[in-house]
């Protein structure tokens, strides 16, 4: 099912992808760790982790933040937060996307006070800030290692 919500995923519709993002929620809510560790699903972890990444990086800010509270379901923060294999996988394809919505959103109505200050009063942004500082408590080193890698890409 995951493949096929990717393969259709609607590029520029944003009731559509916010709709497949529900869809995407109630398969999560019957998904174990084994299920996600092994056999069909195991192959498709990569494909989730890019199409998340695609969620959260969407200009429509609806699109956006549906997704960002994905990470608010039971097996997702389990999985992510909590010192989890799939941790850092997860962090590996969606740092950028989520450093960037938690810094730069367009959405932030204080948009000219200053490169690398964190968004403030902006929806989006305030979960892209929740998420990473779940990261930053739980992957600490390997979050800062990200952070210094796309710090000094800019």
């Given at each position: 099912?995951?493949?096929?919500?990717?393969?259709?995923?609607?590029?520029?519709?944003?009731?559509?992808?916010?709709?497949?993002?529900?869809e995407?929620?109630?398969?999560?809510e019957?998904?174990?760790?084994?299920?996600?560790?092994?056999?069909?699903?195991?192959k498709?972890?990569?494909?989730?982790?890019?199409?998340m990444n695609?969620?959260?990086?969407?200009?429509?800010?609806?699109?956006?933040?549906?997704?960002?509270?994905?990470?608010?379901?039971?097996?997702?923060?389990?999985?992510?937060?909590?010192?989890?294999?799939?941790?850092?996988?997860i962090?590996?394809?969606t740092?950028?996307?989520?450093?960037?919505?938690?810094?730069?959103?367009?959405?932030?109505n204080?948009?000219l006070?200053?490169?690398?200050?964190?968004?403030?009063?902006?929806k989006?942004?305030d979960?892209a800030?929740?998420?990473?500082?779940?990261?930053?408590?739980?992957?600490?080193?390997?979050?800062?290692?990200?952070?210094k890698?796309?710090?000094k890409?800019?």
């Amino acid at each position: 099912i995951i493949r096929r919500i990717a393969a259709f995923w609607p590029l520029r519709h944003g009731p559509k992808q916010v709709a497949m993002i529900n869809e995407l929620e109630d398969i999560l809510e019957h998904i174990t760790k084994e299920m996600w560790r092994e056999g069909e699903l195991a192959k498709t972890r990569k494909l989730f982790y890019k199409l998340m990444n695609h969620i959260v990086g969407s200009e429509h800010f609806q699109v956006a933040e549906r997704g960002l509270k994905l990470w608010q379901n039971r097996f997702l923060y389990d999985g992510c937060f909590n010192r989890h294999e799939f941790a850092k996988e997860i962090l590996d394809t969606t740092f950028t996307q989520l450093y960037f919505k938690s810094h730069d959103h367009w959405q932030n109505n204080d948009g000219l006070k200053g490169e690398g200050k964190e968004v403030v009063g902006c929806k989006v942004g305030d979960l892209a800030l929740k998420v990473l500082y779940g990261y930053k408590k739980s992957e600490t080193e390997y979050y800062e290692t990200l952070k210094k890698e796309y710090t000094k890409g800019r």
